[in-house]
């Protein structure tokens, strides 16, 4: 997980003494994490010492933080809306979520950088 607890349970206003979710939150970073990977054609990693020799499309949490945070607010999101819909509305990923993100996105990651 590329998330620390205490930074996610900062993130969704939580105590740190509080254990009763963190298997969710796990959850919700894990799936945040791959749900990033699949929009942009990237695989993340924590720190630049994580990052794989081989040319490929990867990028680190800690030259990146835009990324590390579009995962924090993902897992908010998560968090507070267990449901995708309710009788009233439909709630979608922030767009902040999404400008945060797109620069990142590859075109065609069958064409690895150089």
Not at 51 to 79: I, N, Q, R
Not at 95 to 104: E, Q
């Amino acid at each position: 997980m590329l998330l620390t607890l205490p930074e996610i349970k900062q993130q969704c206003r939580m105590s740190d003494s509080d254990n009763t979710k963190d298997t969710l939150l796990t959850l919700y970073a894990n799936v945040a994490q791959k749900f990033i990977e699949n929009k942009t054609g990237r695989t993340l990693y924590a720190t630049n010492n994580d990052l794989p020799t081989a040319a490929g499309w990867h990028v680190s949490l800690e030259s990146s933080p835009d990324l590390k945070l579009a995962l924090l607010l993902l897992v908010t999101h998560f968090h507070e809306n267990p449901s995708a819909t309710s009788d009233e509305t439909v709630k979608t990923v922030p767009y902040s979520f999404y400008a945060l993100i797109s620069p990142y996105i590859v075109a065609d990651p069958t064409i690895l950088p150089e």
